[in-house]
């Protein structure tokens, strides 16, 4: 493990990065309770030090760039990606209410008021906004009107947080008005128009059921889940039968006019990922209405360890998933693909079947290791690996290239896209690991990604994006800050440390709360599991 001196006057970390404790080889941590007593005292100093990284970003954001969408740290200029309704304090507002910080969370919900989701010139991601925007919005008010209802003053602003939320999906239902049902993801407004596309992917597609059913059951209005469930209806029941070349495992690319699959390529990457993602976090949203989701998710999970887990050929102890083109395996993942054991812990958890979380904790063992291996302690955008058998002219699975034969004889990856652009899926896995086991070593996995997070990405007035996270110093800067950063990155990293409470994953051996895939918390419908 690799740790670095700490900057930007964050005292607390400086004081702590000399206290972090050694951990178990890898092979060992499965099969002990812990990896060091418990000790409530450094957890508290960790969650503070993450807090006040958290109060330290959003401070530059709200300086110089609120209320736009995201902050440019290293020129403390800003940006509109996400249509200029103000995705940085929306996304900010759940982590801002489970740190309890009640000057943030008055910052932010008395600015929900006046954001005009009725206007912008720009093109319209459905997904994006659905899990930034209407993800934000739900889950503050699910917290202002439970658990944390003490934290606003102002009980009329809270009441906008739904009344914008269903503005805003009232505004961008037309989307759904295809011969399929199946969405436009690329919408505009005034007047109400598609980007012309043929067809919507299979994430993009499948990752607006949590968020649209949820806003239902809040308002009542039926409109909205069944809008959402009946293009998820195509992933449910997939066609051609090609496109499914493993049970529950299906393409990418779907038809708007038909519903019809065009392809059987894909995996737990970028495009595919969270449709399977949503479909145990639907189960443990309501048990009762969506067990098909559920079986589905059963079929993709055991098609998954039968058929795409895969060992490097100089690292057999690691486990990493492929893409799939049909049954032809490619050798590749992501930063992004990292949420991968989490999700399958999840699963073993509130369907009590180990054989899920164990399965899972060897794929956050390994995405610890693209961390573990670079200059950084930062995993890379993307890399690939071969395996025993891969044939040396494989045109999917090119050989290892001569000048990183040596980095991938020892990590058992090698990186093809060293950025690093904030994001949050390897410290979501461990925090569900940390959740599942009460394994101390996922805490110190979690701490060791973040504090080499606020070493190196620091910068500014908030936290930038990296060149290289193999390079000294990251290569340098991408002046840009993503709005994930408030939703995920710090919240994981704070959740993992913080006291156990009622929207924690497995809160007393159920799930009260279910994380979209923004982390923005929901509170369960259905019975908790």
Request: glycine share 8%.
């Amino acid at each position: 493990m690799v740790y670095f001196s700490l900057s930007h006057g964050l005292s607390v970390l400086a004081l702590l990065s000399s206290t972090v404790l050694a951990v178990p080889a890898k092979e060992e941590f499965t099969k002990r309770p812990g990896s060091r007593p418990d000790d409530h005292t450094l957890n508290k100093q960790r969650a503070d030090a993450v807090k006040d990284a958290f109060t330290y970003a959003w401070d530059g954001y709200y300086k110089y760039a609120f209320p736009n969408d995201e902050l440019h740290p290293i020129s403390n200029g800003f940006s509109n990606s996400r249509n200029g309704w103000g995705a940085s304090a929306v996304d900010a507002l759940s982590t801002a209410l489970l740190m309890q910080i009640p000057r943030i969370v008055d910052q932010i919900v008395n600015f929900v008021p006046t954001i005009n989701f009725d206007e912008t010139l720009d093109e319209i991601s459905l997904f994006e906004t659905t899990i930034r925007y209407l993800g934000g919005l739900l889950s503050g008010y699910d917290l202002l009107k439970g658990p944390l209802s003490n934290l606003a003053k102002n009980s009329t602003a809270v009441d906008a947080l739904l009344s914008q939320a269903t503005r805003l999906a009232s505004n961008l239902a037309f989307a759904f008005d295809t011969p399929s049902g199946v969405p436009y993801n690329g919408v505009y407004f005034n007047p109400n128009r598609n980007d012309g596309s043929t067809t919507n992917g299979l994430a993009t597609t499948g990752t607006l059921v949590l968020e649209w059913q949820h806003l239902s059951d809040l308002t009542g209005n039926k409109t909205f889940g069944e809008l959402a469930q009946k293009g998820e209806s195509y992933i449910l029941k997939p066609n051609p039968a090609t496109s499914e070349p493993w049970p529950g495992l299906v393409g990418t690319n779907i038809d708007i006019n038909t519903g019809l699959f065009q392809d059987a390529f894909g995996g737990w990457v970028g495009g595919d990922d969270s449709a399977y993602e949503y479909l145990i976090k639907m189960y443990v949203y309501d048990t009762t209405r969506y067990a098909t989701y559920r079986d589905r998710w059963i079929a993709a999970a055991d098609s998954t360890i039968a058929h795409l887990a895969s060992h490097p050929s100089s690292r057999p102890d690691l486990t990493y998933l492929a893409i799939f083109n049909g049954k032809k395996l490619i050798y590749q993942s992501q930063h992004l693909a990292c949420f991968d054991g989490g999700n399958f812990i999840l699963g073993g958890l509130v369907l009590k079947e180990q054989t899920y979380i164990d399965f899972g904790l060897k794929l956050v063992s390994a995405c610890e290791d693209t961390y573990n291996s670079t200059l950084t302690g930062i995993g890379p955008e993307s890399f690939r690996w071969v395996t025993n058998d891969t044939a040396p002219n494989d045109p999917s699975n090119p050989p290892v290239p001569a000048d990183r034969q040596t980095f991938y004889a020892r990590a058992g990856f090698y990186i093809t896209n060293g950025n690093y652009i904030l994001r949050p899926e390897v410290i979501e896995s461990f925090y569900y690991a940390y959740r599942a086991t009460g394994n101390q070593l996922y805490r110190d996995w979690a701490w060791d990604a973040f504090v080499n997070i606020n070493a190196t990405a620091r910068t500014g007035s908030g936290f930038a994006g990296l060149n290289n996270v193999n390079a000294p110093g990251g290569g340098g800067f991408q002046d840009f800050q993503e709005s994930f950063l408030f939703a995920e990155v710090l919240k994981y990293s704070y959740l993992i440390h913080a006291p156990d409470n009622v929207w924690q994953v497995e809160h007393n051996g159920v799930n009260q709360w279910v994380f979209n895939t923004e982390a923005h918390p929901f509170k369960v419908a259905g019975p908790p599991i």
